[in-house]
């Protein structure tokens, strides 16, 4: 399995928009500059967004982009799979089969049924209000390693 860049600027450009929640907008070229996201392609993915319903546009001369729900009600399986193509979790792109149902064929199916429903798990659980949180303590607890006391 692999993901698309899509996903990987997607989320990229959602967390910029998640870290701001509440402090209004971003332009397309702020958020490109940002991540070094072509402004194009940013506008691809943004209006894919837009059109799924994780983020509004707003208009005017301090327009761009918001998030339109709170970073902890986007889970990261709604967000990959709003921008990735069916069968982003099988292997290859496309469902194993279990051919004549040998136990090496059965045996295969199950394993890759396990990690697909393992890695749903996990980005259902996962919000962007919560990666964040957890990459601000994982800030902190790398600066405040690095303090001294004289």
């Known amino acids: 399995m692999k993901f698309s860049t899509r996903t990987f600027y997607g989320l990229k450009a959602i967390l910029v928009l998640a870290s701001r929640f509440g402090e209004g907008s971003l332009s397309v070229s702020q958020i490109a500059r940002k991540e070094g996201i072509s402004v194009a392609y940013l506008e691809q993915i943004l209006n894919a967004l837009k059109k799924k319903g994780f ?10 982009y918001i998030l339109s ?10 967000l990959f799979y709003a921008l990735e193509k069916p069968g982003f979790l099988e292997p290859n ?4 089969e279990a051919a004549g149902q040998d136990d090496v064929a059965a045996a295969n199916l199950i394993f890759w049924e396990k990690l697909r429903g393992s890695i749903e798990e996990t980005l259902e659980a996962l919000n962007l209000k919560g990666i964040l949180d957890e990459a601000r303590r994982r800030k902190t607890k790398v600066s405040s390693r690095h303090t001294f006391n004289i």
Not at 55 to 63: A, N
Not at 69 to 78: D, R, V
Not at 93 to 96: E, L, S, V
């Open 55 to 64: 983020v509004k546009s707003v208009r005017g001369p301090q327009g761009g």
């Open 69 to 78: 729900k709170k970073p902890s009600e986007i889970t990261l399986k709604a």
């Open 93 to 96: 792109g496309r469902a194993p």
